[in-house]
């Protein structure tokens, strides 16, 4: 039997590793026996298997909506040819309608119906971030009412009328909510050496069982073989 291939293409690296967290979750996978995953900066490669099955997975970040298309067309056309499947889970940004297009366009000639799951939520405008920001576990939302209190502190600062400081971005609050963490061993290592990775497979910092994350998790169940 030929092996099947499904790909799931992403933006970023945090988007990369939520996905791969969310299919261990999902799926019995094991690393790929013949293809070695890379990781280079913020571009990140997994190969994965669903354990004994025909079944190949690959989670790929491609560094921006922008660079969807002729790089992306081998690995396309390898699932298009042998019964697989390609899933796109990007960010909406601020036109959810504008963008699922825009991604279709790209890659019509290899995929004319991909799977496309746009972050944070379907038919909804913004990032991942936004999806992350809810899935802070309850016992920690205090943290974030901290950087509450830093941010209206910042925007209070004024200087001959104008805002002076810029105050952080969502990702800047994220990384900051994990930086705060008690990790150790290789989950500090991964954070703090290796690109500030947000652990999410660390139960006690996320909530992947959260309301707002049960969609992205029935469109990887619904597509995922």
């Not at 999806?131 to 925007?155: F, K, R």
């Amino acid at each position: 039997m030929a092996i099947r291939q499904f790909n799931i293409f992403v933006e970023g690296t945090d988007d990369h590793d939520l996905i791969l967290v969310l299919v261990k979750q999902l799926r019995n996978i094991i690393p790929h026996p013949a293809k070695k995953s890379i990781r280079e900066g913020q571009r990140v490669t997994t190969y994965l298997r669903v354990n004994g099955s025909d079944y190949d997975i690959l989670i790929s970040s491609i560094g921006g909506w922008q660079k969807l298309g002729a790089d992306q067309a081998f690995s396309i056309q390898q699932a298009a040819d042998n019964g697989g499947k390609t899933l796109i889970v990007f960010d909406a940004d601020a036109d959810p309608i504008e963008r699922a297009e825009t991604l279709k366009q790209a890659i019509t000639a290899y995929e004319p119906n991909p799977a496309i799951f746009l972050l944070p939520s379907p038919q909804q405008s913004g990032e991942l971030e936004d999806l992350l920001l809810q899935l802070v576990q309850p016992q920690h939302q205090a943290v974030m009412t901290c950087y509450d209190g830093y941010e209206q502190c910042l925007q209070g600062l004024l200087n001959t009328g104008q805002l002076y400081y810029n105050t952080p971005s969502k990702k800047r609050r994220l990384y900051d909510y994990v930086n705060v963490m008690p990790l150790a061993g290789d989950e500090w290592e991964r954070h703090h050496k290796k690109g500030g990775q947000k652990i999410f497979e660390n139960t006690d910092i996320w909530d992947l069982n959260a309301p707002a994350i049960q969609p992205l998790r029935d469109f990887l169940n619904q597509y995922l073989p």
